[in-house]
């Protein structure tokens, strides 16, 4: 059996050890899934949110950070912050880090389950073929080496990012 799944749905109500946030440097809350998660979570992530803020001053590209689930169905928001695509390389390795410190953070925590977004393939405009492939590359490469995570599914919220990761997992 895979531990890696994909489907299409609301990532605010999948019951998962965690869910991950596509959110913005600032970790305020935002628009499309961020300001979903916030909205469901309620207040308890954004207060988790402000005192990270105060700790470190926020989340840069590629890094990732934990906060309780607040009202919602899983136990933590694990929230980091893709790259906006403006067509340079370096976009490509700082989305790679946004889903590798992501898994990071998740078994420093004890999550056996996780669920992504489709991480900067919104108003980042990062390609969605390009996004799917480094997704489901990175992911791969990361259960490899690290038996604790039990499942790790791909919470497409759109038909056509659905249909590209069943295809690419289909492949490997």
């Not at 929230?79 to 976009?91: D, F, L, Q, S």
């Not at 599914?153 to 690419?168: G, H």
């Amino acid at each position: 059996m895979s531990r890696i799944e994909v489907m299409q749905g609301d990532i605010t109500t999948l019951a998962m050890d965690a869910i991950v946030n596509a959110a913005n440097t600032s970790l305020m809350g935002g628009g499309g899934v961020d300001g979903a998660i916030h909205r469901a979570g309620g207040p308890q992530i954004l207060e988790e949110c402000r005192k990270i803020v105060a700790r470190q001053g926020g989340c840069p590209t590629g890094e990732a950070v934990i906060t309780t689930g607040g009202k919602l169905k899983a136990r933590y928001v694990i929230h980091t912050v893709g790259p906006v695509w403006n067509g340079k390389a370096k976009e490509d390795e700082l989305l790679t880090r946004a889903y590798e410190n992501s898994l990071r953070v998740a078994v420093e925590n004890g999550v056996k389950t996780v669920a992504f977004p489709n991480i900067s393939t919104g108003v980042y405009r990062f390609p969605k073929e390009r996004a799917a492939d480094i997704a489901i590359g990175t992911v791969q490469r990361f259960l490899e080496h690290e038996p604790s995570l039990e499942k790790v599914i791909f919470c497409c919220f759109d038909a056509e990012n659905l249909a590209l990761y069943q295809a690419r997992l289909s492949k490997s």
